[in-house]
Structures are given as C-alpha cells and as structure tokens.
C-alpha cells in the first residue's frame, strides 16, 4: 500500500520523528522552567547559588489544577529562595514515561527532586536518587515506603474523612437515617485509595453505604458518563463523593443533563476557580480544597532547607539523620454553604 | 433410489441455523446489530426497572455521541488504508479556540463553534499534508502531531476554558425528544457518511485507494488527493466532535479526547473496518460504538466490580471480532 511505501523509504525520518516525539510528545517527559532569579533566600541561614536547580516531576504534568496551583507557586518558590525551578514528567498518565523521567532526572544530580507520588511502584526510582545522594521529597501523594527524606502534603486519608463528614451531615438535614453513595475517582492512584478508605471508615456505622467504586480516568467527560449510568443502576441512591480534581465538574454535568442538580449530597476536590459556584448553586454540598500552594512551595523550602541548613541532629550525618521533618501534613479547607461566599469573594 | 456413493458427492444442503451463522459471520455489521439486540433484550429481562428506562438509554445515547461522530472519519480513512491518532489532540484543540473565542473574544457563539470546526480542519490540512507530500506513514505522522496539538493547545490555555458562556452552552445541551443535541448530530454525520461512502463517487474511492493504490493510480484516481481530503474530513469531525463536548460540558478541557483515538480505532475495526485498508462501513462503525457504549453501560447496571469492567469489555471484544472469524473457517 502507498502509506507503506512511505514508511519504507522514509523509514530514517520517521525514526528521528519518534525521537522528537520521545523528547516532547504527550506520553513523554516534559520539561520546563518555571523559577529562577538571584534574589537572596528568604529566611535561609545560608546563601543559594544561582545554578542550583531544583526539579518537580509528576505524570499527567499539565494537569488544569497543576498549572493553574502548582505551577506558579513553584516559580514563586524558586523566586523567593534564589534557585531554579523546573518542571519535568509526562503530560499524560504514563508510568513507565513517568518512572524513566525520575531515574535520568536524578542521574543529572539537581539540588533536590520533588516527586508527585502517584503510584508505590515509583518507590524504587526515589530511593534510587537517595543512594545517588539527590535530596527527594514527595508532594501531594506520599510513598511512605520508600526512602524520601519527607513527604509534604494533605493527608489524602483525611479528604475521605472530610468527604464522609459532609455526607452524614448533608443526611442528617435532609432528615434521612440511610443512604446510598457511589465514589468516581482514579481507580488505582494510591492517594485515591487512602481517600477511599478514609470515607469507608468514616461512613461505618452512619447508615450511609457506598455502593459502588468506579474510575473515571480523571476526566470530566468519563465523570460525567458513569454518573449517568450510575443514576440508572442505582436509583435511590443519594450521593456522590468525587477524588480527582475532575470528577465533581463531571457529576454536575451528568446531574444537570438529568435535571437532579441538587437532588444529591455530592462531594468533590477543588477544580477551577468557578467550580466553587456550584456549592452557591446548591449542586455541590462540599468541595475539599488541598492548600495546594501551601505544600508545593514548602517541599522545594524544604529540599532547599536540607541543602543549607547549618546544623546536624547531635553531630550525625544528615543523610542518616534528616535536618527537615519527614512529615508536613499542610491540611485542608472543606468549602460548604457557610464558607462559600468568603472563597468566592477571594477568587476575584 | 440413490445409491451410497451418489449421496457421498451430492452438497448438503445446510441447516437453518448453519445457514444464520454464515449470514452472521459474513457481515460484522448484521452480528453486531444481533449482539446489541441480545444484549438488549438481555438486560431489559434482567434489570427491568433499570436498564431500558429513558434516562439510561439517553445516556447511552449521548455517551455514544462523541465516538460516533469520529468513527465516520476514521472509517473513511481506514478505508483508505490509513488512520489518524491525532483526533484526541485535534479535539481538545478546537474545543479551546471555540471557547476562548466565545469568552476571551465575545465572539458569537454560532461563530466560535464553525471556528473550532475550521481549527480541526486545519490540523487535519497539516495531517494530510505530512502524510501525502512528505510520504511520512500515518501512524508516526499523526503520532508526532497529537503531541503537537496537545501542545499548542496547553500553550494557548493551560488550564482550559471555563465557564463558557449561556448562548455557547446552548448547542451541546439542547434537548431534543429528550435526547440532547449531541445525538442528533452524531445522526446527522451518520447518514451523511454513510450514504457518501455508498453512493458518492469521490467517497468510494477510498475503497479503490485502500485496497490496491497502485491499481486506483493506474485507474486515474488522484491518490494522495483522495487521502489528504480524507485527512482534513477527519479533522473537522474531530473539531466537531470538540467543540461539541465543550459546549455540553459549557467547558474546554485540555485534557479532552485523551485515549479517544484507541477507543475509535477499535470501534471501527469492531464494525467490520480493517487495518489493511479497502474494508469497513460507517453504519458497521457506529455499530461498533454503540456496542461498546452498551457493554459499558450493561457493566455498571449489573454492579459489575470496576476492577472487572476492563477485563469483561475485553473479553467481550475478542470474542465479537472472533465469532466471524470462526464462521468464516467453518465455510
């Protein structure tokens, strides 16, 4: 056939257009400067050179709530300390782009690598760039299991306890003793998984059973599909507990096309700005927002804090004995009707 | 009477329900058509007060809509001999230049939406000009240009386009017959297509270029004519299907169409389309969609674990492509 003849022939150009695509393509690591200035570091006991760099790496990189958060929050990090900020890792969800982006990031030695710890499985890489001597936090989901010198983020245990929360007491005002939940998340990101199970432990005992666990891929259009189904397959269910950042825009979607906004105690993670309208609208019940800004400039504070502390724990090594704390639970805000005017006010 | 020997060399005459299972095999579109009908009648049995409800039905609809309009480009392409993995990219980008021409730019919404459309027509242009003038083979071409328009479209609004507007919303989430609007004009594409690719000559050469492009030069079809067309027909589907999905969600989602082209390029395969060229029909494609579309749905109706919903939608698929394949070794 003609396109096979091309390939042939062209077979030299196609393999440096995979290379290209390997170097910028979607499923491939992306790398990008987002902070560097020369201004001193702020509160350091000890001057940071203008070349340290510092680099931020998780899948789905360009995720709206990572660039819209994280993104500038990073470069205002690397401001304020002096150093270079840069982010790196694949702009879908891709494990393997993912874990490869970790090794030969840490293989050039940065200052400090930040790892968006979505999956244990990328244990093995940061404990890689430990034994190379490369200070790894992790940010936003932990892996506890591995050897990063601290994990700096929203316990993602307390987002379902929080979740669990609101629908009991959204129960409670709708004057029912039992309900029916269905939970939309990514299925088998970790984080998501300690968020489950912090809703299910919650929800024990409250007359609220979860019906059902589905995976919408952390896509709203997905979200807002199995909602629709869901709506069928269960119809006196009374809620919905949404864990990524796209699943609650997903569940309006599909409650709006149904013409049930309202009907459902929902809770969801913050999505953009305007999301917050919904729990105005009474469409939403509770929205977690993960103080994003909070956790992502306190892990490149804290790699930078590793690097140029002037002290030791009673003399001993730091890399035996870390000088930052292992853990820095940030917290959390849970948006209700009560609180939702104030955040909107601050959205402006 | 007949002897032994004589009734040995006579062609058995076959059974009725040999006979339905040659019908069956031969054409994928008629096995689907039974699949979706059993499947049907199965869960309507099963789950009578929940599976064949309006509302769910709708949803099936409308959940079909999206894949439904991108199957008709892709069957048309893979007729042809090629396909696009670009659409998911080509989608997601011309959803963002509606929506940030509708609200960054107060242009009307009618206006924003035929814009979209124009911005997948252009990638496709750029599709088809690669493919046929640079002689680069499809897969490696749109390959490269998914990451190019998933690029260009982080580039221009990183985090998406949110709260459109009222007038823009209004096309996706039109109701019509309770079935949003979306489905319609999956309908309407449907049997645009269907009846191009049947009886319009320029759409029939496709089937000439993807089962022997040498033969259909020869023959005086302009080929990479035939195929760069092919390629900007794509992207405009693909912008329809993009600006479509922003105007429902009254959001443009960066991250929108990720995974899309998989799913298509299976549904069409699925519809009796194949990867060798020359094959497929645009009603065996939105068969196809359908199908899968009503797996899915039957999964969540029946509390299938999620953990099984992959594993279930798989098997499923093997064993519908197979069954003509075995039909066609009993013949």
Known sequence: MWSRNGFGRFLPLAAVTMLAVS????????????????????????????????????????????????????????????????IAGPTTIDLAAFISTIDQECAAHPAGVIVVGWDPSLSASVDKCIDQKVPTVTDDADLPNSERLSFIGTDWYQIGVQQGLVQIADLKARGLTSGKVATLSIINADNMKAARQGFVDTLKGSGITIVTDEDDGGASDQAATKTAALLAAYP???????????????????LDEAGKAGKFTVTAMEQSPEFFKTVKEGKVTGIVIQKRELFTYYAV????????????????????TSTIPRFLDTGLVMVTKDNVDQVLAAQK | MVSETTKAVLPRRPNPVSRAGTALGRSRPLLLLVLIVGLSTAMSIAFPALFPTRANISAVLLNAAQAGILVVGMTVLMIGGAFDLSIGGVLALSGIAAGLLAKDSGVPAPIALLAGVAVGSLCGLANGLIVTKLRINALIATLATVGIFRGITQLFSGTGVNEIGDSFKAFGQADFLGLQSPFWVMLVVVLAGSFAVSRIRFFRQFYYVGGNARAATLSGINVPRVMLLGFVFMGALA?????????????????????????????????????????????????????????????????????????VVGVVLLVAVSVDLLAGRGR
């Not at chain 1, 504070?301 to 035996?320: E, P, Q, V």
């Not at chain 2, 990867?275 to 029909?281: P, R």
């Open chain 2, 239 to 311: 912008g329809l299907a993009g600006v479509l999905s922003a105007s429902r969600l009254n959001a443009a989602v960066v991250t929108a169409g990720t995974g899309v082209e998989l799913s298509v390029i299976t549904a069409t395969v699925l519809g009796g389309a194949s990867l060798q060229g020359g094959e497929g029909t645009v009603i065996g494609g939105l068969l196809g969609v359908v199908f899968i579309a009503l797996v899915q749905n039957a999964l969540i109706i029946s509390h299938v674990n999620v953990f099984w919903q992959g594993i």
């Open chain 1, 301 to 320: 504070k804290m790699l930078y804090d590793f690097n140029h502390n002037s002290f030791t724990i009673a003399g001993l090594d730091k890399w035996g």
């Open chain 1, 23 to 86: 170097a910028c393509g979607s499923s491939t690591p992306s790398t990008a400067p987002v902070g560097s200035a020369s201004a001193p570091g702020a509160g350091a006991s000890q001057a940071a050179t203008s070349n340290e760099e510092y680099v931020w790496i998780s899948q789905n990189s360009t995720l709206p709530l990572f660039v819209a958060r994280d993104h500038p929050t990073l470069m205002l990090a690397g401001k304020d300390l002096g150093v270079k900020v840069r």
């Open chain 1, 236 to 254: 006196d269910l009374t809620g919905f507990a949404g864990f990524d950042s796209e699943s609650g825009a997903g569940i309006v979607t599909a």
